[in-house]
């Protein structure tokens, strides 16, 4: 492990930490998905896309835009962490007259567009990715979808739609935590198997470890992973991941924690 | 010479795009209905084709406007509206992107292929959506100038237009065109139509009609935009207390009618007033002349309930 992932390795921690502090104290939140996709979060902007507070109005950034937007508040620390906003502002998360909603919003710095209701984010990335081709734009646009969030249908619009534009400039990364909110997917709507069907769609597909920084790190500086191909992640994550008592578990799909079960996770993400 | 203003619609569009290469049309294997197989012949560049997927379609448009193109997702007004509503809703009008929706062959300008493809459910479910301008062109010259005005407007904005074919200018005196400003197209003291979109015509049919007939003069205003609503004009023009009869090829809940209803009750008026739209009922078949005149969106059924109410 090189010096390099040792530091990702503690603003993982240091997210996770956050990241139930602020649900705890707004008593709302997506915790569970949160946890899933922190580690990813923490990839991209730490160490792939070209966003910063910096260059946020040069159209050169690169594009986020986090389709599964119920898990906003991951978004919200790593943002604060880049110095979008003042990390003191998500106190007011999710209270009386705060920008800082259950879900993103262009209000917030730092924010490409206003998800929430699932199946929306590909669509959008998808004309992102188009318009940058037409201007000979290197820039990469991402996405992060759920699971659960598969089954919409736009989702597999934008698919076939991707795949027709050759549009290589594009990543969507599936946090694969197996779980949606009623039960598993494979007991909701079964997913599988996965691989085989984006590659029959025309993507080229990935899986990794999403807990893994080095390996999400290595696998996203390979982009495109196949020249003229948008690119599939399929990151295998665990929900509620760090905090034992919430791993895999559903209640935690937008559970907030006790002020015991806080200190235990603290105990635990030290 | 009078065109349908879907023609009108395409043919601006290619006006604006020889000088804009960043005028962008996203279809949804719509490009025929739309009227737009000459632009992409010459502008192969700036359209983008999306297939069946009317979703994809608005969030496609959406993705090129948020990079700064003038995105208009053209569709079918029944499916655009419909279909790719929660993308109309989230990723337009609440995210901000000035996409232009464009709803082609609205209302029953389908006929007698029946109510899938009939829209007359649109302004009612955009007027409740925070963030859209929604506008009806009655004749070729507003749906030029609404062309034009959309492509530089930065807001997200709704225009929808059958295929039948319009007076060039019902207006003779050639106001200027502005949205949320209605037009008169005619002049009268008896009594007022406010009408939009292709049932502006048979209304002024209606008061030439009651004028040559029966001394009756009628004004006949051409509210093209639903939302925002010119309520100052509205307001002047109920000012007589004479009755009011508004007019459009919608349902008769959550349109103009509703629209303008609203307003003069919660702001004292009293006029005698009638909504002129498709009753809450399975639509009859027909074409779209015979479906109006089967609900008297027509020059005699508009002249008959006008009347009535003198
Ligand atoms: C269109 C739409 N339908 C339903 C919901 C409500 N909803 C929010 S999160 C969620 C489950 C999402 O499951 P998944 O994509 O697996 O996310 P994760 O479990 O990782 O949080 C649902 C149904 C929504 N936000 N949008």
Not at chain 1, 178 to 188: D, G, H, M, S
Not at chain 2, 25 to 41: E, I, M
Not at chain 2, 166 to 179: C, G, R, S, Y
């Amino acid at each position: 492990m090189t010096e390099n992932h040792l530091s990702l390795i503690e603003k993982s921690k240091e997210y996770r930490k956050k990241i139930l502090k602020y649900i705890f104290n707004a008593k709302a939140g997506h915790t569970g998905g949160d946890l899933s996709i922190i580690d990813i979060l923490n990839v991209l902007y730490n160490r792939i896309m070209n966003v910063s507070p910096e260059n946020w109005h040069s159209n050169t950034r690169d594009r986020f835009i986090q389709s599964k937007g119920h898990c906003v508040e991951a978004l919200y620390v790593v943002l604060a962490d880049k110095g979008f906003f003042p990390e003191e502002d998500l106190l007011t998360m999710c209270q009386y007259n705060s920008p800082y909603i259950g879900h993103p919003t262009k209000y917030i710095k730092g924010m490409e567009q206003n998800t929430g209701g699932l199946g929306h984010g590909l669509s959008i990335c998808c004309g992102n990715a188009l318009a940058a081709k037409k201007d000979n734009s290197p820039i990469k646009v991402f996405t992060i979808l759920g699971d659960g969030e598969m089954a919409e249908g736009s989702n597999w619009e934008a698919f076939m739609f991707a795949a027709h534009y050759k549009l290589d400039n594009l990543c969507a990364i599936l946090d694969y935590n197996k779980l949606q909110i009623t039960a598993p997917n494979a007991e909701v709507i079964g997913l599988e198997p996965l691989d085989k069907k984006l590659e029959a769609f025309g993507w080229a597909v990935r899986h990794v470890d999403g807990h893994n920084l080095e390996e999400l790190e290595n696998t996203l500086k390979s982009l495109p992973f196949e020249a003229g191909k948008p690119s599939f992640v399929i990151a295998h994550t665990i929900k509620g991941k760090g905090v034992s008592y919430m791993e895999n578990t559903l209640k935690w799909h937008h559970g907030v924690p006790s002020a015991e079960q806080m200190e235990l996770a603290m105990e635990e993400l030290i | 010479m009078s065109k349908p203003n879907l023609e009108i619609f395409s043919e601006t569009l290619q006006k604006i795009a020889e000088t804009d290469k960043d005028l962008y049309v996203v279809t949804s294997d719509s490009r025929g209905s739309g009227k737009l197989v000459p632009f992409g012949q010459k502008f192969p560049k700036q359209i983008v084709e999306v297939g069946i997927a009317e979703q994809n379609l608005v969030g496609v448009a959406t993705g090129l406007a948020a990079m700064g193109k003038k995105a208009f997702a053209v569709s079918p007004a029944c499916f655009l509206t419909a279909r790719a509503l929660e993308q109309i809703k989230n990723d337009v009008c609440y995210s901000d992107n000035p996409v232009k929706l464009i709803g082609i062959s609205a209302g029953v300008s389908y006929g007698a292929l029946g109510t899938t493809h009939h829209s007359l459910h649109d302004f009612a479910v955009l007027r409740a959506i925070n963030n859209i301008t929604i506008v009806a062109p009655a004749d070729n010259y507003e749906t030029e100038e609404a062309i034009k005005v959309a492509t530089l407007l930065d807001k997200p904005v709704y225009i929808r237009f059958g295929k039948k074919s319009m007076p060039v200018n019902l207006d003779a005196e050639d106001a200027v065109f502005q949205f949320g400003k209605g037009r008169t197209i005619r002049q009268g003291s008896d009594l007022t139509f406010i009408a939009t979109g292709e049932a502006v015509l048979p209304a002024f049919e209606a008061a030439k009609k009651l004028s040559k007939e029966n001394n009756i003069e009628a004004t006949v205003v051409s509210m093209h935009t639903i939302k925002p609503l010119d309520t100052e004009l509205i307001a002047k023009l109920a000012e007589n207390g004479k009755p009011i009869i508004t007019v459009e090829e919608h349902s008769i809940y959550g349109g103009l009618g509703e629209a303008v209803g609203s307003f003069l009750m919660q702001n004292g008026f009293r006029n005698k007033f009638k909504i002129v739209g498709l009753p809450d009922d399975h639509t009859v078949s027909g074409s779209q002349n015979e479906i109006f005149e089967h609900y008297g969106i027509s020059e005699k059924g508009l002249s008959e309930l006008a009347m009535s109410l003198l």
